[in-house]
């Protein structure tokens, strides 16, 4: 089946915070992804739009070197990637290779400590940390496989970092959407039958969309969240609630 792709979930946090009046830098993967994320960086007036391929050495840290020039501060950062080599993917968790585990790890769980790390000499005035995550780190859904393993180290990740970071006002948040048809969802295998199982299932019987799960995680940023950190917090109609 053909399903039609949504834009990224970074992409509806973008529009929510910019809604909010805040100023974006975005980044993109590569020069074949430039060109779908620049007219988008525009229609959001965002003053910095850099590369950013975690993989490359030194490629986050510029990143965060040029917010620190240019801005001096930073309030929030939300981290919207995940990658698993496809042969880690599409097997059972038992079989995983040594490399495709440490590649979906790292790209998918260490890159937000690391992007944490970056961001906390900017926020000397508190801030707010966001990483995307899903439900397949708590339960066993079939063809998650190793990402559930990653999502899984990525909350408790979730979890030191607010504990280390709470007595500087920085606060820091997993956010879980229900199934949403992005690009990284084409990757596993039957995702339309995890999309029908989701709308039938979920306390609302809706999928979510970009936009909600952008307005969520705004909220959160929000001084009116103040004493919430740590959570994981599903924006997925209710669906992990019920058996
Ligand atoms: N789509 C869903 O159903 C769903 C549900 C829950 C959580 N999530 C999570 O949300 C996040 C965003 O995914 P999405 O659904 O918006 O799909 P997406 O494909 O739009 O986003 C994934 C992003 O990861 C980026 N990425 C991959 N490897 C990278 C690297 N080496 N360096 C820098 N960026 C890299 C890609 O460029 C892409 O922009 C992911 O963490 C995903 O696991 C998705």
């Known amino acids: ?13 973008a529009k929510a915070f910019r809604g909010l009046g805040a100023e974006i830098a975005a980044t993109y993967l590569n020069e074949k992804a430039r060109k779908h994320v620049e007219p988008l960086a525009q229609e959001l007036q965002a003053p910095i739009l850099m590369p950013l391929d975690v993989r490359v050495e030194g490629q986050m840290e510029a990143v965060f070197e040029r ?17 698993a080599p496809r042969e880690a993917l599409h097997g059972r968790v038992v079989d995983v290779p040594r490399e495709g585990f440490l590649t979906t790890m790292d790209v998918s769980c260490w890159t937000f400590i690391r992007m944490a790390h970056l961001a906390e000499p900017l926020m000397r005035r508190g801030g707010t940390l966001f990483t995307m995550t899903y439900y397949g780190s708590q339960m066993v859904v079939e063809n998650y496989n190793v990402m559930g393993v ?7 990740a979730v979890r030191y970092l607010a504990a280390d970071l709470g007595p500087k006002g920085i606060r ?3 956010i879980s ?6 690009r990284a969802a084409s990757g596993i295998p039957e995702f339309d039958r995890l999309l029908n199982k989701a709308k039938a299932k979920a306390a609302t019987r ?3 969309s970009i936009d909600e799960v952008g307005l969520a995680t705004a909220f959160l940023a929000h001084d009116a969240a103040r004493p919430i950190t740590g ?8 669906y992990h609630i019920i058996d």
């Open 1 to 13: 089946m053909v399903m039609p792709l949504v834009l990224a979930i970074a992409w509806g946090c």
């Open 67 to 83: 917010i620190g020039k240019e801005w001096g501060k930073l309030d929030f950062v939300v981290h919207s990637i995940a990658f």
């Open 150 to 156: 990653a999502k899984a180290a990525l909350e408790s």
């Open 172 to 174: 820091v948040h997993a």
């Open 177 to 182: 959407p229900g199934p949403l048809a992005t």
């Open 206 to 208: 809706s999928l979510v």
């Open 231 to 238: 959570e994981t917090l599903y924006v997925d109609g209710g």
